[in-house]
C-alpha cells in the first residue's frame, strides 16, 4: 500500500477520497441528467490488466462492448453464458484467503466509458455526479479529471463535479474493482456480484440537504414538525394541509390534530421547501413518535408488533438491480400478506423501495451495508469490527446510512449492520448514530449480550423456549448483573428467525402464539423474503431452464443452495411458507364457536378500526357451497374482541345443510376482505379467515365382509386382485396397481438435510438406514372375510425394523358391488427406534403421467403437521402436476393434509380414496428416490407412473436449516400405530 500507487485505494480500508459529505436522497426540479442507459465496457482481469489512458476523453473505445448502467456484469448473458465472470455464492466464508485488507491480484475490474452531452443552461456551477451504488470499489474521472475514488457498494457516494463540468460533450469514466479492502465489510450472505448496479446522474445542486423531524406526541394529539435545512440561500417550508407557510423550516412548528403515520395508516402530508433561488423541494412527511414504554416497543404511544420479514435485492436476471416495478411487486406482495415490517437485510436498498414503504406502510429496519461474518470460522481473528485501522470505514458507512434515508418516517430503526462480531468500531458508529438521530432507536444484534450501544434485545433463530423465557425477562444472565437489567428493560426482537428454506418453515404459528403472549417481544422478520435463485438455460440450444445456486456457476467455494431460502420463489410466486405466514400473522382472528352458534372477531391491529372489513359468511356440505352471505361486525378498536351472533340467514343455510350420510362434514368459513381500494390491494382481497365445523361427518353403516377366494397366480377379494405370492393390490377394477408397500423416506427437506445449530437430521436417519428399507413379505393369508399379509421394513445391517399387518377387508357397498376396499394397516416398532420416522404411510404406483386429483380436506396448497395453518377445508381441483411444489431444490413437496376423500381420474379409470377419516395425500409423476436425486427442477420428469402416497402422518418441517427443529408435538416418534384408507372406483 505505496501512498504513491494508484491503486492504493482498492486495498486502503479507508473510505474514500474526494466525496461529497452525504446527505438525503431528495428530487428537486432543478435539473438531473441521467446517465443510465450503455456504456462502454471492459472487463480487465487484474490491476496489471489496465487501461493506461481510460480518463483520456478522446481515448478511442469503439470497439469497447456496450453495457447496460445499471447492472451487475456477472449477470449479463443470462439465462444464457454469463459473458463477464459469473456470479459466485458462499454464505459466511470469503471467496479469497483471509488477509485484511489485502485482496486478490486477480482482481476483475471493469473500466467503464460513456460520454453524455450537458445541455445549454445546465447549471454546472454547482452540479454534482451521483452514484447510487458500485459493488465494491472504484475511482472516477470526468473529462480526464480525477475526481476521487469510493466504496460502500450500497451506499451513494457524490462528487463535486463543477469545476470539471463543460457545456457540450463530457466523458466520465469509471474503473470498479470487483474486489477492495471494502469487500471485508460486504460479506452478505448472497451472490458476489460486481459493478455499477444502481443509477448514475449528473444533478444540479442548489439545497444541500435537510432532515425532516416530525414527531407526535399521543397525549395531546399535537404533530411537531422542524425541518433543518443546509442550503446557500434562504428557504421557505410549506405544508399547504397543515397550514404551514413558513420562512424559518426548523420552526418547531406545532400542529394540532395531525393524523400519524403508521404501517396501518400511513398518512403523508405533501410539502415543499422552495429556495429563494426558485429550488423547490416535494416533501412527504409523516408525523411519529417511535419508544420503549417499560420494555414495550410503541409508536405514538401503543405497542407494535413487527410481522416482518428479511428483503435482500434480488431479480433472477438481473442480480441486485432492480426496476421499480420490482420493488413495488415486493412492497404489494408483503402488504397482501399481512407482513407489516422489513428489515433492509443487509445494507441500505435502492431509495426508492423507502419512498414505496412510506407510502403503503411498512415498519423499516434500514440496515448499513455491513457484515464481516467471514472472520468468525477464524475466531473473528482481525475482525476489523475491533480494528482501530477500520474505524473511518465504519463511521463513514454509518453516515452515508443515516444521511441518506434520515426522511422516510417508515424508518424507525437503524441497524449497524450484520454478524461482525463486536468492537469498539460498532461501538463508535452507534454514538455518531446516536448523536445524529436520537428520534430512533439503534439495533445490531451482535451487541445482544450486553447491549451496551443498541436499544433492542434482538435475537436470530433462537426456539421456543428461549423466546418465551425472554418474553418473561428470564433470559440466560450473563457474568454481569448490571448488563442484564438493562438488557431486561429492552424489548425484544428476533432480527431472523423461521429459516424459510425449501420446505418450510415449520413452527410458524407456535412462533406467533409465543409472541402475542409477552408485550416485551415485538415480533420479527422471517429469514427471507426472496430466494436468490439465477435463471439459466439448461444448455445453448435447449430453451428448458431453471434456478441456479451455489456451485453451478463452477465456484471453488459456495454454499449451494443456501441462497434459496425466502418466502417467495425466485420469480416472486408465493411459497407455501409465505401463505402460512400470510394466515399465521393476519391482523383480525376469527374464532366460530359453533355450540354457541356465534363468533370471535378480535382486532390485533396497532390503530385500525376492524371497519375496513367486509365480513362474509360461506356455508359448505361436504365441500359445496349451500349459502352465503355478509355479516355485520361491528367496527372492532384495536386490541379489542366482537362477540357476533349468527344472522338468521345463516342460521337457516346451516339448519338446511345436509346431516347425514358418510363424508359429509359441514363447515362454516367466515372471511374479512377488504371493503374498498387500498393502495396495496382492492376491494374483496381476503385479510384473514376462520373456519368451524359445524356438523362432523357420519361413519359409513354396517357392510357384510366379503371372502378371498384363490385363483392362478392371484386372490380375489370383491373388485380387488392381489399378487398370490407378494400379497400386493395389482388391480382394482379396471386400474392397475402396485402396492401399497410401507413407507418411511421422504426426499430430504433442506431442514431435514441441514443443522445450523445441531447434528443435522439426516445423520441419524441415514444411520438407520431409512432411505434403504427392504419391504419383506412374511405371509400372505386369505380367509373368509379378507386377506391378511404381514411383512417387515428393515434395512440391510438392522436388527430393528417395523413390522407390519396389512389386514384387507371388500365390503358390500351400497350397491351390493363389494369394490369398497379397505386396508388396515398396524406398524409395530421392533427393536430400538431411537429416531424418528421423516413419514409414516403407504405407497403405491399406477400407470400414468398426469391425472385430475380431487379431495374434500385441507387446501388448496400444500400443508404439514406443523405448517397448516393456511390449509382450509374444502373441495379441491387440481392436475397432479399443478400439485407439485416447485422448491428451488427439489425435495419433499406436495402433501395435502388430513384428506377426508379424494378422488383421481386417470384415462385407465377412477381410484377413489377414503381416510378413516383422514390421511394425508401426495401424488407425484415421478419416485421418492428420483426426487431425492435431482438437484434442480428440470431434471425431474415424469417417468410415466403416478406416485401414491398415503401417510398417517409426517415428521414436522421445522426450521433446521438455520434454527430449531420441529417442536415436540411434530416429532413422529417410531410407535406402534394402526391407520385405516379405503379405496373404491365410485363415489
Ligand atoms: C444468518 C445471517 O444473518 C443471514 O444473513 C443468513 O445467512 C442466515 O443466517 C441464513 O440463511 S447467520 C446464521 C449462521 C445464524
Known sequence: MNGLDPHAYVEDPSPGTGRLRPRAAFTSDLPVIGLDGDWRFRLASGLDDLTGDLAAPDFDDSDWDLLAVPSCWQMTGLPGEPRYGAPAYTNIRYPFPVDPPRVPGQNPTGEYRRAFEVPDGFPAAAAVLRFEGIDSAFAVWLNGVRLGDGKGSRLTTEFDVSAALRPGRNVLAVRVHQWSSGSYLEDQDMWWLSGIFRSVSVAARGVEDFFVHAAYDHTTGRGTLAVDVTAPTPVWLSVPELGITAADPAGPHMVDGVEPWSDENPCLYSGELVSEAGERIPLRIGFRTVAVVDGVLTANGRPISLRGVNRHEWHPLTGRTLTEDTMVADVLLMKQHNINAVRTSHYPPDHRFLDLCDEHGLWVFCEGDLETHGFEPGGWRRNPSDDPAWREAYLDRAARLVERDKNHPSVIVWSLGNESGTGANLAAAAACIRHRDDSRLIHYEGDWASCSYVDLYSRMYIGLDELAAAGRRQEPPTADPADDAHRRSLPVVLCEYGHAMGNGPGGLSEYQEVIEAHPRLVGGFIWEWLDHGILRRTGPDDHRSFYAYGGDFGEEVHDGNFVADGLLFPDRTPSPGLVEYKKVIEPVRIRIDPAARRMAVHNLHHVRHSGYLDFRWTVEDGGEPVGSGSL?????????????????????????????????????????????????????????????????????????????????????????????????????????????????????????????????????????????????????????????????????????????????????????????????????????????????????????????????????????????????????????????????????????????????????????????????????????????????????????????????????????????????????????????VEFSTNW
Not at 665 to 683: F, P, R
Not at 706 to 733: E, K, P, Q
Not at 848 to 864: L, N, Q
Open 632 to 980: 355485520a361486525v361491528p367496527a372492532t378498536a384495536p386490541g379489542a374482541t366482537s362477540t357476533v351472533e349468527w344472522p338468521a340467514d345463516l342460521t337457516a343455510a346451516l339448519d338446511s345443510a345436509r346431516k347425514d350420510g358418510p363424508g359429509h362434514e359441514v363447515w362454516l368459513t367466515v372471511t374479512a376482505v377488504l371493503a374498498t381500494d387500498e393502495t396495496w390491494a382492492g376491494a374483496g382481497h381476503e385479510v384473514a379467515w376462520g373456519q368451524g365445523l359445524i356438523v362432523p361427518a357420519s361413519s359409513p353403516g354396517p357392510s357384510t365382509p366379503v371372502a378371498a377366494t384363490a385363483h392362478d397366480g392371484y386372490l380375489a377379494l370383491g373388485a380387488a386382485r392381489f399378487d398370490a405370492r407378494s400379497g400386493l393390490l395389482v388391480r382394482l377394477a379396471d386400474l392397475e396397481l402396485d402396492g401399497p408397500r410401507l413407507d418411511v423416506w421422504r426426499a430430504p427437506t433442506d431442514n431435514d438435510l441441514l443443522g445450523a445449530f445441531a447434528e443435522p437430521q439426516i445423520k441419524s436417519w441415514l444411520a438407520a438406514g431409512l432411505d434403504r428399507m427392504r419391504h419383506e413379505v412374511l405371509r400372505v393369508a386369505p380367509d373368509e372375510s379378507g386377506l391378511t399379509v404381514t411383512a417387515r421394513l428393515a434395512a440391510a445391517g438392522s436388527s430393528s425394523g417395523l413390522d407390519v399387518v396389512y389386514r384387507w377387508t371388500a365390503c358390500d357397498g351400497p350397491g351390493g358391488d363389494g369394490i369398497r376396499l379397505r386396508l388396515d394397516t398396524t406398524v409395530t416398532p421392533d427393536g430400538a427406534w431411537p429416531v424418528p420416522l421423516p413419514r409414516l404411510g403407504v405407497a403405491m404406483s399406477l400407470t400414468g403421467t398426469d391425472a385430475e386429483v380431487e379431495w374434500f380436506g385441507p387446501g388448496p396448497g400444500e400443508a404439514y403437521r406443523d405448517s397448516r395453518a393456511a390449509a382450509r377445508v374444502g373441495r379441491y381441483r387440481s392436475a397432479v402436476s399443478a400439485m407439485q411444489t416447485p422448491y428451488v431444490r427439489p425435495q419433499e413437496n406436495g402433501n395435502r393434509h388430513h384428506v377426508r376423500h379424494a378422488r383421481i381420474t386417470l384415462p385407465a379409470g377412477t381410484l377413489l380414496i377414503n381416510g378413516d377419516p383422514v390421511i394425508d395425500l401426495t401424488v407425484r409423476p415421478w419416485s421418492t428416490a428420483a426426487l431425492t436425486a435431482a438437484a434442480h427442477q428440470h431434471e425431474l420428469v415424469p417417468g410415466g407412473r403416478l406416485h401414491l402416497h398415503l401417510d398417517q402422518a409426517h415428521h414436522g418441517l421445522g426450521s433446521a436449516a438455520c434454527g430449531p427443529g420441529p417442536s415436540a408435538p411434530s416429532v413422529l416418534a417410531a410407535v406402534p400405530t394402526a391407520f385405516g
